[in-house]
């Protein structure tokens, strides 16, 4: 018997996993792997785009083409299906109470002339009404086939999207009422819908209620970071997570109701910001979603990157004991300034979020598989439910400054992960900091790390953990020419300029499961050169 919904999920999502072996790369011993409860596979979310497939697929496309996507997905033992079909006001289904994105005259649709002024709202448009007047409505689609799959689907609601596109043509709803869109004091930020107004969260519940009631679907995804910021500068915190509490407990209710008509409980897994301060500046009282048993699934993510660094310790304690499924997320590039991950890089970050406590993992903004399609993406994306396997592969964890350049995540956090040195303060000391979950009495690791702007004549002195090193214990290599912002999707290392590359073999004995840092201290400075000397970079490459 199933004890509680955390058993419930587990069973649910692990049991998807045995038509998952089917694909020809996967074989038998996949299958007999996928088939056994006993195999210590977790339940892995993909969570998709609203519009990627309408540009990126065929110019005629059809409902193989939707099949597909979940097929391939199923092939490489995704378990949960979350897809984005409301955006920013529009709908991306066969909605009849909400605002259809093809209706919306930004898309450059001319009735006078019948014409799109654009190739790619056009190609967008027309598959989706050709999919509609199929039959082909592509919400149902995905949930038909993630069920034949033995998958759960969730609809998925970016819950104020503000990419440029929206902020240049806001939604329906805010240009009939300006005065609910976010009041910001900076004047760049991007605005958007003002959560403050219970008429825009009717308005944003109106297609959540219509998904849950009209479409076979196990479930919604309330996607809070897009874009973080839902109230205005002068709403202060307490009003904020008071409103977005009710929020929750109303569309809890909502999807218990529908579920009873469906003869099962409707899940809701929201992704939110990956520190506690983050999500209770912003409103989310995550702690108490867990405790009143208002969400299933709980996601906590960066805006856009992988980031080793992410501690989820915090909501480890708080889902302890509930019914809640932690996933974390891995994405596909590892910072700002970098171009995609490596499947070592992704390997890394969640053999991490297991060793910490996640139940499982979800992946966010993952263009690859379905956009370029490269096969070493899917079997990323496998191995991603398979702690075990992750445990015995090479990971390589790298450091960089993630957003960089002064830059705050949309959450309002400062993320500028570097170690600076100007020349002008000899025998100063700085660290740069990062956190490996690794048990180096097991394994084999390499350090690395890399200086911009170094030279030879600049003297420094580098310590791991305070324990100093010997230059003679690393190697440096030059990059006379660093790597430009041309060559920046070439691989997952940072853009800079000039720099040494320094490696330290066998550096297991100087690093500890958890925290550690590096320590730079300019002893003699380069007395012909100005500016700063910059530890930007870390590699730490574990070998079981």
């Known amino acids: 018997m199933i004890s509680n919904r955390r058993e419930f999920l587990k069973v649910g999502v692990c049991s998807g996993l045995n038509v998952a072996a089917l694909s020809a790369a996967s074989g038998a011993d996949a299958r007999r792997e996928a088939e056994n409860p006993a195999s210590g596979r977790r339940p892995v979310l993909y969570n998709g785009d609203e519009d990627y497939y309408y540009f990126r697929g065929p110019e005629r496309m059809d409902r193989q083409y939707l099949e597909d996507i979940v097929n391939h997905l199923a092939s490489a033992k995704t378990t949960i299906f979350s897809n984005a079909f409301y955006v920013a006001g529009r709908c991306w289904y066969g909605t009849k109470e909400g605002d259809r994105f093809d209706n919306d005259p930004y898309y450059e649709y001319s009735p006078a002339t019948g014409r799109f002024g654009d190739i790619t709202y056009w190609r967008e448009v027309s598959n989706f009404r050709r999919l509609l007047a199929e039959g082909n409505d592509p919400l149902q689609v995905f949930a038909e086939t993630c069920h034949k799959r033995g998958m759960k689907f969730l609809a998925c609601l970016r819950m104020n999207d503000r990419h440029m596109i929206y902020i240049e043509h806001p939604p329906e709803f805010i240009r009939q009422h300006p005065e609910m869109s976010l009041k910001r004091k900076d004047p760049k930020a991007r605005v958007g819908m003002d959560f403050q107004h219970p008429e825009v969260r009717d308005y944003v519940f109106t297609p959540m209620k219509e998904m849950a009631t009209r479409y076979d679907i196990d479930g919604l995804e309330l996607d809070w970071m897009r874009w973080c910021q839902m109230f205005s500068d002068d709403v202060p915190r307490e009003k904020r997570v008071s409103i977005m509490t009710d929020y929750h407990r109303e569309i809890r209710r909502m999807l218990d109701e529908a579920g009873k008509r469906k003869n099962r409980r409707l899940l809701l897994s929201i992704r939110v910001p990956q520190t506690l301060d983050e999500c209770g500046d912003l409103g989310f009282d995550v702690a108490?979603?867990?405790?009143?048993?208002?969400?299933?699934?709980?996601?906590?993510?960066?805006?856009?990157?992988?980031?080793?660094?992410?501690?989820?310790?915090?909501?480890?304690?708080?889902?302890?004991?509930?019914?809640?499924?932690?996933?974390?997320?891995?994405?596909?590039?590892?910072?700002?300034?970098?171009?995609?991950?490596?499947?070592?890089?992704?390997?890394?970050?969640?053999?991490?979020?297991?060793?910490?406590?996640?139940?499982?993992?979800?992946?966010?903004?993952?263009?690859?598989?379905?956009?370029?399609?490269?096969?070493?993406?899917?079997?990323?994306?496998?191995?991603?439910?398979?702690?075990?396997?992750?445990?015995?592969?090479?990971?390589?964890?790298?450091?960089?400054?993630?957003?960089?350049?002064?830059?705050?995540?949309?959450?309002?956090?400062?993320?500028?992960?570097?170690?600076?040195?100007?020349?002008?303060?000899?025998?100063?000391?700085?660290?740069?900091?990062?956190?490996?979950?690794?048990?180096?009495?097991?394994?084999?690791?390499?350090?690395?790390?890399?200086?911009?702007?170094?030279?030879?004549?600049?003297?420094?002195?580098?310590?791991?953990?305070?324990?100093?090193?010997?230059?003679?214990?690393?190697?440096?290599?030059?990059?006379?020419?660093?790597?430009?912002?041309?060559?920046?999707?070439?691989?997952?290392?940072?853009?800079?300029?000039?720099?040494?590359?320094?490696?330290?073999?066998?550096?297991?004995s100087l690093l500890k499961d958890g925290p550690n840092e590096i320590g730079i201290t300019l002893i003699r400075p380069n007395p012909q050169l100005n500016g700063s000397i910059t530890l930007f970079e870390t590699h730490v490459v574990v070998q079981p």
């Open 288 to 508: 108490t979603y867990v405790k009143e048993g208002l969400i299933d699934i709980l996601c906590p993510s960066d805006f856009l990157f992988l980031d080793p660094r992410m501690d989820v310790t915090a909501f480890v304690s708080i889902t302890r004991g509930s019914n809640v499924l932690l996933m974390p997320s891995l994405h596909a590039s590892p910072g700002w300034a970098c171009g995609y991950a490596s499947r070592e890089n992704l390997r890394a970050v969640a053999h991490s979020y297991y060793q910490q406590g996640a139940s499982g993992l979800s992946v966010y903004n993952w263009y690859q598989p379905c956009a370029i399609n490269r096969p070493e993406d899917f079997k990323a994306l496998e191995e991603a439910g398979n702690p075990h396997a992750l445990a015995l592969g090479r990971r390589d964890y790298v450091f960089n400054p993630l957003w960089g350049g002064g830059r705050k995540s949309p959450t309002g956090r400062l993320i500028d992960w570097q170690a600076r040195l100007p020349r002008s303060t000899p025998g100063k000391r700085e660290t740069y900091p990062f956190t490996v979950k690794e048990d180096f009495k097991k394994v084999r690791a390499t350090l690395a790390w890399k200086i911009e702007n170094l030279t030879l004549e600049d003297e420094v002195r580098i310590d791991v953990n305070g324990k100093p090193l010997d230059a003679r214990q690393y190697r440096m290599t030059c990059f006379p020419f660093g790597k430009n912002e041309g060559m920046t999707m070439f691989n997952s290392s940072w853009v800079a300029g000039p720099y040494y590359l320094c490696e330290l073999d066998n550096a297991s």
